[in-house]
């Protein structure tokens, strides 16, 4: 079984360094992990597309399919304060119904409607806060 690596996305010479170590490790020509695929092409936005490419032994037009699709940005820093209000919605129900609404720093918003735990709610906003890490 293989590991993951965290491939590099800031130094097209370690990236190589790394993709070469992958592929002598892999049986066959498998495919590359889309970990592979998202440091180069974030490696090509500073860099020609067609470098790196041609360094790292990649499909040139499979780079730019990838550099074209909108990527995910994880905030920098975890959250230094959450604030978690538990107020119930008001509703035709005689079963409270709580409501909640997270922000995180790229303007992602997950709105969130629960029954009368909230414990559920803590959960879902852990498991929000780590998505993407």
Known sequence: MT??????SADLLILQRQLAEWRQDQ???PRL???VWDAA???AQRHRPSAVARTLGLS????RQR????RF?????PASFVELKWVPSAGASSDPVGCAELRDPSGRVLRLHVGNDPQVLLAL???????GR
């Open 3 to 8: 590991t993951l690596t965290n491939f590099s």
């Open 27 to 29: 049986p066959g020509r």
């Open 33 to 35: 992990p889309a970990e």
């Open 41 to 43: 092409a974030a490696l």
């Open 60 to 63: 040139y037009p499979k780079l």
């Open 67 to 70: 550099m074209s699709r909108p």
């Open 73 to 77: 940005e994880a905030p920098t820093a």
């Open 125 to 131: 906003a852990d498991s929000f806060w780590r998505q």
